[in-house]
């Protein structure tokens, strides 16, 4: 099974950055499409951002212009760099992928998710 670790969460004032990171824990990873996640108390969750495996993106319009996806390929590390931070970006923040299946099919769902990292901004 693909294991995602998120990392980086903490507190922040606002209009400061966080980079939030998510390793995958094998390097025989294939995916078609990988993503961050928020959930803030008493809300729903919200897809931050999205990357595919062609590498494009898209973005909630809340975080658009503030927020950027990306994945290194090499490491297996997906990252959030998050700028121009706001209270109502506080949140448990989660990384979630579409893994394929064993014959490489897509599952077209998101099947792995990781445990979550805090972000406060105050």
């Known amino acids: 099974d693909v294991q995602l670790v998120e990392s980086g969460g903490g507190s922040v004032q606002a209009g400061g950055s966080l980079t939030l990171s998510c390793a995958v824990s094998?390097?025989?990873?294939?995916?078609?499409?990988m993503a961050w996640f928020r959930q803030a108390p008493g809300k729903s969750r919200e897809r931050a951002a999205a990357?595919?495996?062609?590498?494009?993106?898209s973005y909630a319009d809340s975080v658009k212009g503030r927020f950027t996806i990306s994945f290194d390929d090499a490491e297996k590390i997906l990252f959030l760099q998050m700028d121009g931070l706001k209270p109502e970006d506080s949140g448990t923040y989660y990384c979630?992928?579409?893994?394929?299946?064993?014959?490489?099919?897509?599952?077209?769902?998101?099947?792995?998710w990781g445990q979550g990292t805090q972000v406060t901004v105050s």
């Open positions: 979630a992928a579409e893994v394929l299946g064993a014959s490489g099919s897509r599952t077209f769902q998101y099947n792995s």
């Open positions: 990357i595919d495996r062609f590498g494009m993106t």
């Open positions: 094998t390097l025989t990873f294939s995916w078609w499409d």
